[in-house]
């Protein structure tokens, strides 16, 4: 049976649908066009055979514009039927397969990842083998082979980066059920070094990391650089100050003369004291000197960075995640180290991840951190590694062990400070160089240095000042008698740089009422006492004991309850009138 014809013989045309069943091209290739150019010719023919008025011209002319529509309508026939052929093709053509590429083993060989098991594949020669990118999704025919490149996945699972080994392969996996995988780098991940706590997005059957995203978490804790405070920015601390130096100073200094005592270095040390008084403050200015110590030592360039955890940051009500937080900072300072940074480690707040078992099941956690930290802090060898410094309101519900010899075991009050210490730190916010009181000025032969010392003395005076509108609290003690504290009793380095701030406030709103520059005057200074101590900041927003205790800073043992004196009527009245801010 000739194609075209069908069961009977019959012509059936150009067209014929039973070529699909025996899997031929439904048009046959030499057909239409040409055989209706021959009738055509033939056509022409007739017309040049016959004159002009053979009775018979006008039905050679039907036939041939018959002869032209046929050959058109052929041409949109077949056209359409090429259409229909491609998306029948594709309709029945099997699915291609997606695999992800890995790499070349062999020249125009691809090793590719399908449904979880690995192909050597043939590459079709119209890919260029450059061009693949390991990671990339590939197409694969019914024969395995690669067809088509579709470049990288943007979607996946992510995960985190535990290490990055030598070779460039990442680590990646929960340290805490102790699962991990390593992976290959995808290409589009570079020769960049993954850390430690990034996150990669991986396509898990191929186990390649495609895409890497920074550390997300780790950006909070870092303060960046250290931050830039020196020892002349905190007032009234000598005592913690030169404690501080003799326990991280002198070892880092003298490492020839501790070494031949045998004596071992601290790996930190823990701040306590009541809030506001310049823990954190003494936190950034440790970790600027000691790095400008060891500049000077060593001559070398080195650089501090300072990790700040707010000591709540750590804490997650998720079991398994604090514990993780605890590591991954432990392993970002170690991290740093390698890279040739001095990493300080500073945990604000430190009661809330680091305290007793009964301090942290108030807050939910599991005590695991402890155990986790004090791990953590075993390996690390001295503060030429990794400084950790703890800070704290309540140094009594830090759990022992982390405070035992070899760990934390140097612990520094920061006092609040006495009245010589209220002045120097007055006089760090309180300085010459601002616009002072005319009047103030006039007083001291226009010596700006006379005028500011003048105005903090006279500042201290009315702080320290014991009248009945300076009580403010009455704590009553477990041995039966009560004490009353005045404004003075509860003085902070913060207390003090908010007195100066309001007072800088007032004399700028002065200013711009009247026009020309007005300078601080006492009368400002006064004002501002009066309201930083009218206004509710200063009370604990709860009736709870432990918070009052931390304010005061009392023995807990010793207190059994703490009263506000309501701020006096004349007080209140003052700033009524006042009407600022
Ligand atoms: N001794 C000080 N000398 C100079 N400024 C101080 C001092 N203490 C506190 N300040 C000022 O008060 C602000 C708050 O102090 P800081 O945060 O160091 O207190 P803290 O002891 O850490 O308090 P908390 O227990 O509430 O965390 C500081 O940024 C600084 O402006
Ligand atoms: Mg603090």
């Not at 059936?12 to 290739?29: A, K, N, Q, S, V």
């Not at 990118?133 to 979607?155: C, I, P, S, W």
């Not at 501090?304 to 991954?328: C, D, T, Y």
């Not at 380095?493 to 309001?502: E, F, K, L």
Request: charged share 30%; aromatic share 6%.
């Amino acid at each position: 049976m000739a194609n075209g014809e069908d069961s009977r013989g019959r012509d059936r045309g150009p067209f014929d649908p039973d070529r699909r069943r025996r899997g031929e091209p439904l048009l046959e290739d030499d057909s239409g066009p040409e055989r209706d150019s021959v009738s055509l010719d033939l056509v022409y023919e007739l017309i040049a055979g016959t004159e002009e008025d053979d009775p018979r011209r006008p039905a050679i002319y039907q036939l041939r514009r018959q002869l032209i529509d046929d050959a058109q309508r052929y041409q949109d026939t077949r056209q359409e039927i090429v259409e229909l052929e491609g998306a029948c093709e594709k309709l029945t053509a099997p699915a291609n397969r997606i695999g992800v590429y890995l790499g070349s083993p062999k020249e125009r060989i691809a090793q590719v990842v399908v449904s979880g098991s690995t192909y050597f594949s043939n590459v079709d020669p119209r890919i260029e083998m450059d061009t693949l990118r390991v990671g990339a999704q590939v197409l694969l025919n019914e024969a395995y082979v690669v067809v088509g490149d579709l470049g990288r996945t943007d979607t996946g699972s992510v995960v985190k980066v535990v290490d990055q080994l030598d070779d460039g392969r990442i680590r990646v996996g929960h340290e805490t059920t102790g699962q991990f995988t390593v992976l290959q780098r995808g290409s589009d991940i570079g020769d960049d070094k993954v850390a430690s706590g990034d996150e990669v997005l991986v396509d898990a059957a191929a186990r390649v990391a495609l895409e890497v995203f920074p550390k997300q978490e780790a950006r909070d804790y870092f303060l960046d650089e250290v931050p830039d405070v020196s020892w002349e920015q905190v007032g009234g601390q000598d005592e913690a100050i030169s404690a501080i130096q003799d326990a991280i100073e002198m070892p880092l200094l003298h490492p020839d003369l501790f070494e031949r005592f045998q004596f071992t270095t601290p790996k930190g040390f823990l701040l306590y004291g009541p809030p506001g008084c310049g823990k954190t403050l003494i936190g950034k200015a440790t970790a600027h000197n000691l790095v400008n110590k060891i500049r000077e030592r060593t001559g070398e360039d080195i650089e501090g960075q300072f990790l700040h955890i707010k000591g709540p940051e750590i804490l997650n009500m998720w079991l398994g995640e604090s514990e993780r937080k605890v590591r991954e900072i432990f392993s970002i300072a170690r991290e740093k180290r390698k890279q040739g940074i001095l990493p300080f480690v500073f945990i604000d707040e430190a009661e809330s991840v680091l305290g007793t078992r009964r301090a942290l099941r108030s807050h939910n956690i599991s005590n695991t951190v402890v155990p986790m930290f004090c791990a953590e802090m075993d390996g690390i060898e001295s503060i030429d590694d990794v400084v950790i410094i703890l800070a704290t309101n309540r140094q009594d519900l830090i759990d022992p062990a982390i405070l035992r010899p070899g760990r934390i075991d140097r612990k520094i009050k920061v006092n609040r400070p006495d009245e010589s210490g209220t002045r120097e730190i007055f006089r760090i916010y309180l300085t010459s160089d601002l616009p002072l009181d005319a009047d103030l000025l006039a007083r001291h032969d226009d010596d700006p240095d006379a005028a500011a010392a003048g105005l903090v003395d006279a500042v201290v005076d009315e702080l320290y000042g014991e009248r009945d509108d300076t009580r403010f609290l009455e704590v009553a003690m477990a041995d039966g008698h009560r004490e009353t504290l005045h404004r003075s009793d509860l003085v902070s380095g913060a207390i003090v740089a908010s007195i100066v701030q309001r007072s800088k406030e007032y004399a700028i709103k002065r200013s711009v009422e009247t026009g020309e520059e007005q300078g601080i005057s006492f009368d400002d200074l006064r004002d501002a006492i009066e309201q930083e101590y009218t206004e509710n900041e200063i009370f604990p927003p709860t009736d709870n004991i432990g918070d009052w205790l931390k304010l005061i800073d009392h023995d807990p043992e010793s207190v059994v309850s703490v009263s506000p004196i309501r701020a006096s009527k004349q007080r209140v009245r003052r700033q009524a009138l006042r009407g600022v801010i």
